[in-house]
C-alpha cells in the first residue's frame, strides 16, 4: 500500500499548484495521503488542505501546534504513514508539481530497485560558484539515471528503506536531511524524464541557483 507525505507551512500559491496536480494523478486504490500541516498561519493553506480530495486515496490530516521545521514534519508524517501499515513511502514538497503518471512512473522504477531510494526528480542543475552539477549521473539506462545524490523534493522507498536509512537521517541532520540520505550509500535513481517538477524556484534554499528539472 502506498503512503504519500506532503508537508506544508503557508505558500499558498505553490501549495495549490501541488494540490490541483496531486488530485489529477493516478493512484494505485487504497493510497493514503497524510499531509502535515507545520503550524500553518494562513487560513487559504487550512482551506486548501481542508478541501484536498484527491481520487483513489484518503487523506490524513496532521496539524502541528507550532512550526517544527521540514525535516520533523516528515518524519512525523512518515511515521504514521507506516502505522497506517503503508509499505511503499513517498514525500512530496509543498512547492512541487506533477504529472498524471508519476506515481505510476515512479513506482515502476522502485519495482526494478526495490532496495534503493528512487525519484521522480532527474535535475541538472549546477552549482553556481563550481559550475558543477549538483547531483550527477553515474550512469543512464535509457528511461533511468543512477544518480549520486538526489534531492529531498521527492523520494520513494520501501518501509525497510525507511527504517534503515531516510529516518535515520531526518533524526540526524534536520537541515540537510537529503544529502544525509545520499551520504548513507544506497542506491539512488531517477525516472527519464522527470515526472516532478520544482515549482518554487524563487524562495528558499538556493534561490539564486534552484534545482530544476530541464527534462519536465
Same mark, same amino acid.
Given at each position: 500500500m502506498l503512503g504519500i507525505v506532503i508537508t506544508v507551512y503557508g505558500r499558498y500559491n505553490h501549495t495549490s499548484i501541488c494540490f490541483e496536480s496531486v488530485e489529477n494523478l493516478w493512484l494505485p486504490q487504497g493510497t493514503k495521503i497524510v499531509i502535515v500541516d507545520d503550524g500553518t498561519r494562513d487560513k487559504r493553506c487550512v482551506d486548501l488542505i481542508n478541501g484536498f480530495k484527491p !481520487?483513489? *486515496?484518503k487523506v490524513?490530516?496532521?496539524r502541528n501546534d507550532s512550526n517544527i521545521g521540514v525535516a520533523r514534519s516528515l518524519q512525523v508524517g512518515l511515521d504514521y504513514a507506516v502505522e497506517l501499515e503503508c509499505d511503499l513511502l513517498m514525500n512530496l514538497d509543498n512547492d512541487t508539481t506533477v504529472k498524471p503518471d508519476a506515481v505510476n512512473v515512479i513506482t515502476k522504477l522502485?519495482?526494478?530497485? !526495490?532496495? *534503493?531510494?528512487?525519484?521522480?526528480f532527474n535535475t541538472m542543475s549546477r552549482d553556481s560558484k563550481t559550475n558543477r552539477v549538483r547531483h550527477p549521473i553515474i550512469y543512464a539506462a535509457g528511461d533511468h539515471v543512477r544518480k549520486k545524490s538526489i534531492g529531498g523534493i521527492n523520494m520513494m522507498?520501501?518501509?525497510?528503506?525507511y527504517k534503515d536509512f531516510v529516518r535515520p537521517s531526518l533524526l540526524k541532520n534536520r537541515g540537510h536531511w537529503d544529502w544525509q540520505v545520499c551520504a548513507t550509500g544506497i542506491e539512488l535513481y531517477a525516472t527519464v524524464p522527470s515526472v516532478v517538477q520544482h515549482t518554487g524556484i524563487n524562495e528558499g534554499m538556493n534561490m539564486n541557483n534552484p534545482d530544476i528539472a530541464h527534462d519536465y
Open positions: !481520487q483513489n *486515496a490524513f490530516v496532521i522502485h519495482q526494478r530497485y !526495490q532496495g *534503493a531510494v528512487v525519484s521522480g522507498f520501501s518501509k525497510q528503506v
